[in-house]
């Protein structure tokens, strides 16, 4: 497949057109236009250890969800997408859809958030467009969430503290996709700094940037093997890892660690795969942390695949595709490191890289058929009028 060269670019200038869609569908006048784009986000490490009140170390991406619309009278939402049909519905006792409307669902749970939080909702006419492969564990739904929000909120005239905003995305995606996710996809999003990964503490919900080496950049190479969050496999780790802390007496598999996981305790195997899991992730994402403090980038490379070799084996997250390109990626000259990213089960893989040697590893990556390509951290969400 194709390497991807897609710069990060601003969706509209400040007095960008109504689209002929948007007239067409009887939105005409003189309304401001506002629009807003959040991006995805790769994980980099800290696999699933977002819902065990662990940490994890991410970064957003150049690629983005863009939304961008105008107030609409009446209380009628439209929303229109690039890549679906259409979709109208009423402000009033608005609900999630079902069939081929299904995809509204995110934009529509955080108007329910939104509106549950006393923000002054309005009819609103919107389209969307994304530049994050979806189901390829980047966080493309987190993503349109939160554009999704900048852009109510730059309507309504209102602002939300950072948190309380990836909170109501959360609880959006909740409702919409019916998968028990932690805030690591929201916060990154909201928080994403150019240039730099973002730590986050999922207990004490502290956000710290950390500084990306300038001569290194990540490879994302999509395995095209697209994995569905809400068919069970990721509410069921997440039950296992809360039944290995509960058998472990601690409140999360965070205040657990390797010496009390090794020690005879009375644990079935599976859920001591589990905790090994999380423990393990937990541990290497502060080892990650002092290893980029000294310049180690070979250190930190090591990890990445510590990390992989724990979700093929502990966690059972990867699969023979991801595992093939992971063998793959680290046979190219320049590449450190690699893993899977996001929750698994397919979806897409980060390979940690040299910069001088970035472009042509992904080459070959995407040879192999991998739709692939280069970045470096990216800044996060934001919305204009």
């Known amino acids: ?7 990060r670019k601003r969706f509209l200038a400040k007095n960008a057109k109504i689209s002929r869609a948007a007239r067409l569908g009887g939105v005409t006048g003189s309304q401001g236009l506002f629009w807003a784009e959040a991006p995805g986000r790769v994980e980099i490490l800290g696999n699933h250890t977002d819902y065990n009140e662990g940490v994890v ?41 079902e069939g081929n409307a299904r995809w509204a669902n995110y934009p529509l749970g955080v108007v329910i958030e939104l509106l549950s939080t006393g923000v002054p909702i309005s009819g609103f006419w919107a389209e969307i467009e994304s530049e994050v492969p979806a189901a390829a564990g980047l966080g493309s739904s987190a993503a349109l969430s939160v554009a999704t929000a900048f852009f109510l909120l730059k309507l309504a005239r209102r602002e939300l503290p950072p948190l ?31 240039n730099h990964m973002v730590l986050f503490d999922c207990r004490s919900e502290e956000v710290r940037p950390v500084a990306f080496p300038a001569d290194l950049a ?16 990721y509410n069921q780790r997440r039950a296992e890892t809360h039944a290995a802390a509960q058998a472990l007496g601690v409140r999360a598999l965070r205040d657990a660690s390797s010496a009390i996981l090794n020690a005879d305790v009375d644990l079935a195997p599976t859920l001591r795969r589990r905790a090994a899991h999380i423990i393990g992730e937990n541990e290497r994402v502060w080892r990650a942390c002092q290893l980029l403090e000294r ?36 046979k190219q000259p320049g590449v450190l490191g690699a893993r899977l990213t996001g929750g698994g ?3 897409a893989i980060i390979a940690l890289c040299e910069t001088a040697s970035a472009a042509e590893a992904a080459h070959n990556l995407a040879h192999g058929g991998a739709q692939t390509f280069v970045c470096r951290p990216a800044g996060g969400a934001l919305a204009r009028n």
């Open 218 to 233: 990540f490879i994302i190479a999509d395995s095209g093997i697209k994995r569905e969050l809400a068919a069970g496999k």
């Open 345 to 347: 089960f397919g979806g």
């Open 164 to 194: 309380e905003l990836a909170r109501v995305c959360q609880r959006a995606e909740h409702r919409s996709a019916g998968v028990h996710s932690g805030l690591l996809d929201q916060v990154m999003s909201i928080f994403g700094q150019t």
């Open 295 to 330: 310049g180690d980038a070979g250190g930190l490379g090591e990890l990445l695949n510590e990390s992989h070799e724990s979700s093929r084996t502990n966690f059972q997250n990867s699969t023979s595709e991801l595992d093939e390109l992971i063998d793959l990626a680290r």
């Open 57 to 97: 170390l991410g970064a957003a991406i150049d690629r983005v969800v863009h939304v961008r619309g105008i107030a609409q009278a009446h209380g009628r939402i439209s929303l229109r997408s690039t890549s679906y049909s259409p979709v109208e519905t009423a402000l009033s006792g608005v609900r999630l859809q």
């Open 1 to 7: 497949m194709e390497q991807i060269a897609c710069p």
